[in-house]
DNA sequence: TGGATTCTATGACCACCGTCATAGAGCTTC
DNA sequence: GAAGCTCTATGACGGTGGTCATAGAATCCA
């Protein structure tokens, strides 16, 4: 979630890429637009020019851009699993790997935007919460074809997917709160051999 | 998290009472210092008084009081279980099954103030960190006497409450994201067995 | 009763936020 | 080069937020 890749991408996506960082930092109420754009290094004026929608919109586009993300970090790490060892456990410590050494490395500044979008604007913005809802999903669907692709038969597997992603979530809560890895890898551990008990 | 009971509470419980709500339906940045005291029936002058640290100082008190009032859930339901059935996956349904209800009856309104305060000032405001750390250890500490009393080993039952904790904060979140009961309801059902199985 | 302490009431201050209005650049296209 | 479109610049506005200052009520002991 931090990496952009060396092309150069424009304002807009750049706000929105600011917005999701600034968000899963700070959290919603505290994310200012004028904050998000100067993150960016994006003219201010833009704001309403590529948002007409306003902070709702560019919330919504953020979240979204945070569910695809994580769906492509899924394939991700699905194709990167040892060629003579592909088990779901694996997969899910691949992934939750990704946020322990971000959580490390950025001392524990982030967390999912997802998360906090939910916390902050489900009973309030109907569109971000629905934005929020989708980016679960679109995150959760690669992850249920991938345990499928492992061996997990199909009537489990968005099951599973959705543990995963609960646990994670969750874990990645503590984590933040603690300042310590610890909740992140004892989910890891104490889900692996129930996920690998999965295949069939 | 709802009820209070019959007796009358000082205002300023019902400050701190009001803040926990608040901050668990609309966020940390959503709720004002005069809507807590709105909220409360509690006179606005007495904020000042009962907490001359601020909004920072509030939502301490806040988070720390809903993370004691997670823990007494734990220990009513772990008394609530059947006395001729007492497996550890029934404890955490009974967990779950409390914030399943709640979500159908409010709507999804609420979250939980702890993960809100989490997200909102995990990195910008360390007191209600702090406070957000010792509320999921106050959570856990009963889990853990709990799974052990129902007969997991103790070198796991900690692990097994930071699983709990984490797939039910997280499940939680994807219902309300949803406004669907699934996700929690799908993390009793696939974490009962792994659970039950932990009994020696 | 009188004074001290606790609590309440209210208005004001200042900073910030999201949004709008308006005008100006920069570039394409006929 | 003039029109037209996209994008940028900037100031202003209304509202709200947390906090402070100050004064008033209420309660409780000596």
Redesign the pocket.
């Known amino acids: 979630m931090t990496e952009q890749g060396t092309r150069s991408y424009s304002?807009r996506e750049r706000m929105v890429f600011s917005a999701a960082q600034l968000i899963r930092r700070d959290g919603v109420g505290a994310?200012?637009?004028?904050?998000v754009a100067a993150h960016a290094d994006a003219?201010?004026?833009?704001?309403?020019?590529y948002f007409p929608g306003?902070?709702?919109q560019l919330i919504g586009e953020a979240v979204t851009w945070a569910g695809r993300y994580a769906a492509r970090r899924v394939t991700r790490c699905l194709a990167a699993l040892p060629a003579d060892d592909r088990r779901p456990s694996l997969l899910f410590a691949a992934l939750v790997a990704q946020w322990t050494e971000e959580c490390l490395a950025t001392d524990f500044a982030y967390g999912c935007p997802v998360a906090a979008v939910t916390v902050d604007c489900a009973d309030t913005t109907d569109t971000a919460r629905t934005a929020a809802a989708q980016a679960f999903d679109c995150w959760r669907e690669p992850l249920t074809g991938a345990l499928v692709e492992l061996g997990v038969p199909a009537t489990r597997s968005a099951a599973l997917a959705t543990l995963m992603v609960s646990s994670l979530e969750g874990a990645l809560l503590i984590a933040r709160a603690e300042r310590d890895i610890q909740a992140l890898t004892t989910v890891v551990d104490e889900l692996g051999p129930l996920l690998d008990a999965a295949v069939t």
């Open positions: 304002p994310t200012g637009m004028r904050d003219p201010r004026g833009s704001l309403q020019h306003g902070k709702e």
